[in-house]
């Protein structure tokens, strides 16, 4: 009898976007599975593969540590991640100020900035670093360079963000009293980004470790490498204390971070 | 007049700031040494570098049906991972959110989350691969678990900031508790697991793209055989169909988050 008038959350556009994407989705899905070339008999046989790995990886071998140079490589593996580190926010506060609107103006300038930001996360640390041993060889200078240049885009578009939400009073007054962009940058810029910096900085280089534990397998220096070796001679229990020690580095930069950030910010 | 704070640099530098940067400096020449950098290493780089950039252009894209197969392994294996990673990921969060469950269920919870993400993705493809064998199915059971570490993680802190208001009052309407979950909890957390869930999608077709090198599945194994054999020009193809891959979905992922949040 009333004329009820129900309430509807979505109009039928939006309903009908939404069904679209899931629809999108469940088919994809589908379609991937029904193409993908799985063979079930090795996923049957996983527990059992892994449970004898695992049986394979025990006792430790926690002699080699120092026989075969194994606190070597985490040194290096360390050193790799934090110079790397130093790298990409050398490079990156170039880049950050290209893509930060407020400091350069040209659209295309952002653009180009961007565009190198993306580009940097979006090839993989160990493409990078296949990258770099083919141009510097094998070894720890090449590793150094993939860290550094993966993570330009990351210290880039956080640093960036950072400095186009800076307060433009201090900058005004800057420029209203005639000081030189330099100036401008260094004393009304980068106080203000300098927390943000330092944190970003300490976040990035707890990626880094992880990361840096790994690019040895494409021969970029670090506890990697030895990983590689200990894998391709079936040393199993010599490979459970490499894990062991990358591990315990992850958790104990992770630690140092969590501490550090408290202590400055 | 001439008080001391008119005398004294606004802009001093304190001395912490300066032995900070001079303990900086020191470490980093410390490290040029310990991991043997010299000038001419680099700059013999710097030529082979040149040389190296001179064989990849141009990009050779003659094998495009080996590259397009690739490629569409690597999608693959992010949706099949993502779907999976997500789905288990839900539940997982959710034991894991401190405000919905009791102590007996979040630990184990969070135990499983924190060792998905103890290691690097590239050793549990290494781990996989040993397991189940070279394959896509390495590399998916690889990103399944990178996705439950970090969207289980995401999922639990989105659920312990949610009101708890509607929990109550559905609680004490007496609903069982499935019903508050989906008519209290999800409603809540549902645009941020959006957002959550269409930026895992992105990290594992980053990620898709990688575990191949290792020898499981997509794109990566590829781009590996081509540095290894010295294809330079078809490395440079397989990098740039890489980036316009990740840059369309990101494009993509803008539109979606776009339909869901308003």
Redesign the interface.
């Known amino acids: 009898m009333t004329d009820t008038m129900t309430w509807e959350r979505f109009t039928p556009g ?1 309903r009908l ?2 069904f679209t ?1 899931y629809l999108c ?1 469940v088919s ?2 589908v ?3 029904s ?5 079930p008999e ?2 049957y ?2 527990p059992y ?2 449970q004898d ?1 695992f049986t394979r990886m025990w006792p430790i071998d926690f002699a080699s540590y120092t026989q075969e140079n194994i606190h070597e490589a985490l ?2 593996t360390l ?2 991640a ?2 790397g580190t ?1 790298l990409a926010l050398f490079l990156a506060v170039p880049v950050a100020l290209l893509s930060a609107n407020n400091i350069t103006k040209s659209p295309v300038l952002n653009w180009c900035g961007k565009f190198i930001l ?2 940097s ?4 640390s ?2 990078w670093a ?2 770099f041993v ?4 094998p ?3 090449a590793g ?1 360079f993939a860290i550094g240049f993966r993570s330009i885009g990351f210290c880039g578009k956080l640093l960036a963000e950072a400095l186009e939400e800076v307060d433009q009073g201090p900058i005004e007054a800057l420029r209203a009293a005639g000081a030189p962009t330099v100036s401008i940058l260094l ?1 009304g810029y980068w106080p203000q980004v300098a927390p943000a910096f330092w944190g970003l900085a300490l976040f990035r280089w707890d990626i880094n470790v ?2 840096s ?2 690019i040895g ?2 021969g970029a ?1 670090g506890i990697g490498v030895a ?1 590689d070796t200990a ?1 391709n001679l079936f040393r199993w229990q010599q490979v459970a204390l490499i ?1 062991l020690c ?2 315990s580095i ?1 958790i104990v930069a992770e630690v140092v971070v969590t501490k550090i950030r408290q202590s400055i910010i | 007049m001439t008080s001391d704070a008119q005398r004294k640099s606004p802009f001093k530098a304190s001395i912490k700031t300066r032995l900070g940067w001079l303990v900086l400096a020191c470490y980093v020449f410390y490290a040029l040494n310990a991991l043997d950098f010299t000038w001419v290493r680099f700059i013999n780089g710097l030529g082979n570098g040149a040389d190296f950039l001179g064989e990849m252009i141009p990009p050779n894209f003659e094998r495009w049906k080996l590259l397009v197969g690739n490629l569409i392994e690597t999608i693959e294996i992010a949706v099949i991972a993502s779907a999976f990673g997500i789905g288990f990921s839900l539940p997982i969060g959710m034991c894991a959110a401190r405000n919905l469950m009791p102590d007996w269920v979040t630990w184990p919870a969070r135990t499983v989350i924190a060792v998905c993400r103890s290691f690097h993705p590239v050793i549990f493809a290494i781990l996989f691969v040993k397991a189940v064998g070279f394959g896509p199915l390495a590399g998916i059971l690889t990103l399944i678990f990178l996705s439950i570490g970090f969207i289980g993680k995401l999922f639990a802190e989105a659920i312990e900031e949610i009101s708890l208001k509607p929990v109550e009052a559905i609680r004490a309407a007496g609903a069982p508790f499935m019903s508050v979950i989906v008519f209290a909890v999800l409603p809540q957390v549902f645009n941020r697991f959006i957002g959550f869930a269409t930026y895992q999608f992105d990290a594992n077709l980053r990620n898709s793209t990688m575990v191949g090198i290792v020898g499981a599945g997509g794109i990566g194994g590829t781009l590996f055989a081509a540095f290894q054999r010295f294809d330079y020009d078809f490395l440079a193809a397989i990098l740039m169909s890489i980036i316009a891959l990740i840059m369309l979905s990101e494009l993509l992922s803008v539109k979606i988050k776009a339909i869901f949040n308003d």
Not at chain 1, 121 to 124: L, Q
Not at chain 1, 134 to 137: D, H, N, R, T, V
């Open positions: 939006q976007a939404r994407v989705v994809l899905l379609f991937s599975l193409t993908v070339e799985i063979i090795f996923l046989d996983a593969q892994l790995l040194i290096e050193n790799i934090s110079l130093v993306v580009s996360r979006t090839v993989n160990l493409v296949i990258l083919a141009i510097f060889g070894g720890a200078l150094t004393k992880r990361e534990s790994v397998l494409v220096g990983l894998l894990l990358i591990f992850v």
